[in-house]
């Protein structure tokens, strides 16, 4: 038997997601037939590369994705991007929140700075999304936030980081009780160690220190994230809210 996922006549709205794991998972809800927003904060290379994807899936689908600059921390960039939206495609139906940063540093060398600028991005980046995404979702859509095993493990050096994505586990608790009247459902992924540009910048005896720890043997890929998001949002889950699916390859920290 085989199960076709269509999101034909969708509109998805994925940030952070010039790389890396939001890349990917505008690879595949376009895949799937939806129409994607690539969220990027217009920092270093994120324009260049998410224009760069919108093209190439454009290519396969003409008019079916577009690069959108916005700061997630920012209440007005992010108001301002859900009201362009809400003109460009009458609404959306999935928010995906990937945008995230990482500052790590042991308690005693973080500087107030490293703490606020992750919180700001990684958590209230997810706040003012869901605010002002839900003005604009149309009913029976799906938000999914990027947690981590950091939220549960407290992993070393990560104080701000794992704050954040306990926030963001908890925000979507919330949010499935808020937006349930509205067949609005909301989840979270708690991704372990996945083989990113940013896990890249991990020392590598420190990351095959890590591998020992996984039961499965292996740092996990971009696109099992990305697969378990396209689940959440897709009819298989319709009866999947609150809840934080952790995607760590049996690693327990």
């Known amino acids: 038997m085989s ?32 129409t994607v927003v690539l969220n990027h904060p217009d920092v270093g290379t994120a324009r260049a590369d998410a ?13 079916s994705a577009s690069a959108w600059a916005a700061d997630v ?16 495609h009458a609404g959306i139906d999935f928010l995906i929140n990937n945008a995230g ?14 703490w606020q600028a992750v919180v700001d991005v990684n958590l209230t980046g997810v ?3 869901c605010k002002f995404g839900l003005e604009i979702m149309r009913d ?26 306990a926030g963001v586990q908890a925000i979507m608790r919330v949010v499935s009780r808020e937006a349930a009247k509205r067949g609005i459902r909301a989840n979270a992924i708690a991704p372990g160690v996945i083989a990113t540009a940013m896990t890249a910048t991990i020392p590598e005896n ?17 696109s099992e994230v990305a697969d378990v998001a396209l689940f959440l949002c897709s009819p298989l889950a319709s009866y999947v809210s609150g809840q934080t699916i952790e995607v760590n390859g049996g690693w327990r920290g």
């Open 51 to 63: 224009e760069q994807l919108a093209a190439t899936l454009n290519a396969l689908r003409p008019d």
């Open 140 to 165: 029976g859509g799906a938000i999914v936030g990027l947690g981590s095993i950091s939220a549960f493990h407290g992993s070393f050096g990560q104080a701000n980081y794992a704050a954040a994505k």
């Open 73 to 88: 921390s920012k209440a007005g960039a992010v108001q301002g991007m859900m009201q362009d939206l809400r003109a460009k």
């Open 3 to 34: 199960i076709n996922l269509d999101f034909s006549g969708k509109v998805a709205l994925i940030t952070g997601a010039s790389q890396g794991i939001g890349a990917e998972m505008a690879r595949r809800f376009h895949a799937a037939g939806a």
């Open 127 to 129: 706040f003012l999304c």
């Open 101 to 114: 940063i990482l500052r790590d540093h042991t308690l005693a060398k973080m500087t107030i700075e490293d």
């Open 206 to 222: 420190i990351r095959m220190e890590m591998v020992k720890n996984i039961p499965l043997g292996r740092l996990g890929s971009p």
